[in-house]
């Protein structure tokens, strides 16, 4: 049976609409169970959209759980880039630039309304309201058109629904009963015909995921098997519809310029890796953590914070005893993380960082001498590494040791391997997507734990390839050659 929940920010928000049980508040989404439930809709109307608001992590949240939610987190980071919608800013429909053109404000060159979801109440805008909704599915959008020597889309916001008049009101509820009972659509994917690759790097970059002789690795692999590799740079966006495939060998991020390059090379029917949504799911470690508990996947005991309450750090403490980890959920390379001894060191840890994130994680502590790294592309195993923990530190990395931050490795034949370690890995990363993944576990016994997934593993010359050598770049190179096979296949069949 389908459900649908309405998630609000605060119950006074939906006070001029008739009561529903639909009707839930953020913080009772929250508590609901990890499982996975069967055709779930989630209708996020946060007030703040934000990278790492409420909102975010509404949508973040529904994605774990295998409900489907709009606004999707894709797009709230898309509504953040212009170029995410450039397609359909370079031309309005003839019948909403005749009726811009009439506007006797056109002094202003600006005007904007409302959308909700998909509709206008502006006749004329009709068509357009609907396609951009089909491009940026939203409940409500505020639209705002420039005149720049013909009208273009110069802004979409997500709007509050707390924000609206009465008679905005009224519209949005007829809105939202009319799409309740419709069935939701994905947008559609442009292809391209050109074959190139970018590879996307930033020399400036201190902590880049491959280094200068790995990548000249993938350069040569790609040509031996027809590739002309171009490296470019965080100011190259508007070069990818010349490409193919776009390979992002820098430090991925959702706030970020690689995210944008990602969404618009998927846009522009690129193969990408990494693909917007593996860079959603993994660089968020509370997607993660949820997504994990719903499939049943082993990880370090965790809990969730979202206040510096006493009763809600007590409750953690009791629960995962101390030693334990807190840290925000976008961290990389060690950081953003805190082992707290105590519980004044919760209170500390706590605070200090619910200044940087509306939620933390805190996870029972594990040590061990090192963390199983295991590579994965497109569900199949491509190489394991031990990363050992820095000397006389806790993490791989000690960021506070400038000599020497980081622990040794020692790369092994996944055959080698525990069977359960390579399982847990494949079963993870296929729940992230088909892409290029380094999974992160711990071993202690016969436990084998899922740490993290990371969308953008290090690939270093002598290191992850010490095993398999330069046939570990082929074979990643070569899966681009079957992502554009597939995409002209696809193509030519429409």
Not at 11 to 25: C, G, H, K, L, N
Not at 33 to 52: D, E, G, Q
Not at 344 to 357: I, R
């Amino acid at each position: 049976m389908s459900r649908l929940f309405i998630v609000v920010e605060s119950a006074q928000d939906w006070a001029p609409y008739f009561p529903s049980e639909q009707v839930i508040t953020f913080d009772d989404y929250l508590q609901l169970p990890s499982a996975k439930a069967n055709r779930t809709r989630v209708i996020n109307l946060c007030r703040k959209f934000s990278y790492l608001s409420k909102g975010y992590y509404c949508s973040l949240l529904a994605e774990a759980r295998g409900h489907s939610v709009i606004p999707s987190v894709k797009t709230l980071n898309d509504l953040r880039d212009r170029n995410s919608f450039s397609v359909i800013s370079e031309h309005l429909h003839n019948q909403s630039e005749k009726f811009l053109n009439k506007l006797a404000n056109r002094e202003e060159k600006t005007y904007s309304f409302w959308i909700f979801f998909g509709e206008s109440s502006v006749p004329e805008l009709k068509k357009l309201s609907r396609e951009l909704f089909e491009h940026q599915p939203c409940p409500i959008l505020r639209a705002e058109l420039s005149w720049e020597g013909g009208w273009r889309i110069s802004r979409l916001k997500v709007a509050p629904v707390h924000t609206l008049n009465d008679k905005e009101q009224e519209a949005f509820a007829n809105a939202l009963d009319r799409f309740s009972a419709q069935l939701w659509r994905k947008a559609k994917t442009r292809t391209i015909s050109r074959y190139e690759m970018a590879l996307l790097v930033n020399p400036d970059e201190k902590l880049p995921p491959s280094d200068e002789k790995a990548l000249k690795k993938f350069v040569k692999a790609g040509n031996r098997l027809g590739i002309n590799v171009d490296f470019i740079g965080p100011k190259d966006i508007r070069k990818l519809p010349e490409y193919d495939m776009l390979f992002i060998r820098e430090t991925t991020n959702i706030d970020h310029h690689t995210f944008q390059f990602a969404c618009r090379a998927e846009a522009e029917g690129l193969a990408v890796i990494d693909d917007p949504q593996s860079i959603i799911r993994c660089t968020n470690k509370v997607y993660l953590a949820d997504l994990f508990a719903a499939r049943k996947i082993d990880t370090p005991n965790t809990r969730l914070i979202s206040t510096n309450g006493k009763a809600s750090l007590d409750k953690v403490a009791d629960e995962l005893g101390f030693p334990m980890i807190v840290k925000i959920p976008d961290g990389s390379f060690s950081r953003g993380m805190i082992k707290v001894e105590d519980r004044q060191a919760l209170d500390s840890a706590a605070t200090e960082l619910l200044k940087k994130s509306a939620l933390l994680l805190a996870q029972e502590f594990m040590y061990t001498d090192y963390d199983w790294r295991v590579g994965v592309l497109n569900g199949k195993p491509l190489y394991a590494c031990k990363y050992f923990m820095a000397g006389g530190h806790w993490q791989i990395y000690d960021h506070n040791n400038v000599a020497d931050p980081s622990g040794g490795y020692q790369t092994m034949p996944t055959y080698e391997v525990p069977r359960k370690v390579i399982d847990t890995a494949i079963k993870a990363a296929g729940l992230i997507g088909k892409g290029l993944y380094g999974v992160d576990l711990k071993q202690s016994g016969k436990r084998v734990v899922v740490i993290e997934v990371n969308d953008n593993p290090s690939i270093d010359a002598g290191v992850e390839d010490e095993f398999i050598g330069d046939e570990l770049y082929t074979l990643i190179m070569q899966e681009f050659i079957n992502r554009v096979q597939t995409i002209r296949r696809l193509r030519e069949a429409l």
